[in-house]
């Protein structure tokens, strides 16, 4: 079945520590975003690529990393210098819609809790 | 002012119940519409697209745009109690390339 993998499904870091998300997709999709949850915040993006090797900031890049040096991988690396990481990371990919909407499809999502 | 506003909730409705979800937004050059539905601890998945103003219906579901008052509703008839869920509502503008999600409205649906 083709979809979005991510993982780990949960992960606890201690402060300091750098961390990074896994994102797989198999829809052959040529654009990849991250996105981060938290309560009564909807969907913030992080980052987002359109295609391999490019990638561009989102509305809070601050803190984060991302690579995109295949279409199937975009991986997610939180580091010691996010002050907040504590929240559900959200992986999704997408291809222009009939009429050129963006509409995504989501991983899982990721738990990140930072103790 | 956000750009996008949803009633978070929660809400909760007795099973058969018609549930109405609702988000406003405030500029006009949104031109595409969307719902998502998010079970807990999963990540979305989209319920329904829509582009221009009028009604939308895909079984027990409804989506409603009016662009002249930048309101855009999703309608359940005959909840159900595995429809309790997150509910969030996507606008999405070509011209800008933004994508913007409400802050999604849990509901709870009681057998």
């Known amino acids: 079945d083709g979809g979005i993998t991510q993982s780990p499904k949960y992960l606890f870091r201690k402060e300091g520590q750098n961390v990074t998300l896994s994102c797989e997709q198999n829809?052959?999709?040529?654009?990849m975003y991250w996105y981060r949850q938290d309560p009564g915040q909807g969907l913030r993006l992080i980052y987002y690529?359109?295609?391999?090797?490019?990638?561009q900031k989102g509305d809070i890049a601050e803190g984060y990393s991302v690579s995109r040096e295949k279409k199937e991988s975009f991986p997610l690396t939180v580091t010691s210098a996010q002050k907040n990481p504590t929240a559900f990371y959200l992986c999704?990919?997408?291809?222009?819609?009939?009429?050129?909407?963006?509409?995504?499809?989501f991983g899982a999502g990721s738990r990140l809790t930072v103790l | 002012q956000k750009e996008v506003e949803q009633d978070p909730g929660p809400l909760s409705v007795p099973e058969g119940a018609i549930v109405s979800l609702n988000c406003t937004y405030s500029?006009?050059?949104?031109?595409?519409f969307m719902w998502y539905r998010q079970y807990s601890r999963k990540g979305p998945e989209l319920l329904m697209y829509?582009?221009?103003?009028g009604n939308k219906e895909d079984g027990r579901f409804t989506a409603q745009v009016d662009k002249s008052s930048k309101y855009i509703s999703l309608f359940i008839r005959d909840s159900q109690p595995s429809d309790s869920a997150t509910y969030l509502c996507?606008?999405?503008?070509?011209?800008?390339?933004?994508?913007?999600f409400g802050q999604g409205t849990t509901l709870q649906v009681k057998p």
């Open positions: 999704a990919s997408s291809i222009p819609g009939a009429a050129g909407a963006n509409v995504l499809t």
């Open positions: 829809l052959n999709h040529d654009a």
């Open positions: 690529s359109q295609i391999v090797n490019d990638f």
């Open positions: 500029n006009s050059a949104f031109q595409y």
């Open positions: 829509t582009y221009s103003s």
């Open positions: 996507a606008i999405f503008s070509s011209n800008t390339g933004k994508l913007i």
